[in-house]
């Protein structure tokens, strides 16, 4: 765990003397868990890293909650924008979760991946706004994985749309 920690810390140092921009986003994608009336809820927030490209690193982190058990996914994504705005797609490099019992104090790592494509909406120079669809597991390798996070969070399906809003720092 420390070998992944320090690799996306090291990821992270080295993409920022790259890059000419900073970013945070929220993803509000937990308002159609609530209107599913799912019994677990997702939420979501990021970094980015704009590069002088059409290139981005991101640096997601989502959080998964039903009761006394939480969820707990972290990746490293590479984004690239095909037309220089709007359109983007989105590839996990690196993308780990953990699912903790709170009740049983166990926890779980997983190995998992996932591709998405949307389209990044300018609002100003600042303030930008995402719609996205999230196809988890696209290859089926980590179906196991999948399984045991689908068992626990229902809200956690195969395709998720994702509605994002963010600002950029510079």
Known sequence: MKKVFLLILLLCLCSSVFA??????????????????H????????LRLYTDGDFQLRLPINLSIKGKKVG????????????????????SMIDL???ADMSRKSSSM????????????EINEKFF?????????????????????R??????T???????GGYRFF
Request: charged share 20%; aromatic share 14%; net charge negative.
């Open 151 to 156: 068992g626990v969070f229902d809200s956690y």
């Open 39 to 46: 019994k677990s809820l997702q939420a979501g927030v990021g």
């Open 97 to 99: 979760g953990f699912i």
């Open 20 to 37: 000419v921009g900073l970013g945070a986003s929220v993803d509000l994608g937990f308002i159609q868990d609530l209107l599913l009336s």
């Open 110 to 121: 997983l190995i998992l991946n996932e591709i998405e494509a949307g389209w990044t909406f």
């Open 72 to 91: 707990i996914e972290g990746a490293l994504c590479a984004v690239y924008y095909p037309f220089t705005k709007g359109f983007y797609v989105s590839l």
């Open 158 to 164: 195969r395709f998720r749309v994702r509605i994002a």
């Open 129 to 149: 706004a995402e719609a996205g669809i999230c196809m988890r597991d696209p290859s089926g390798t980590f179906s196991s994985e999948y399984e045991k996070i």
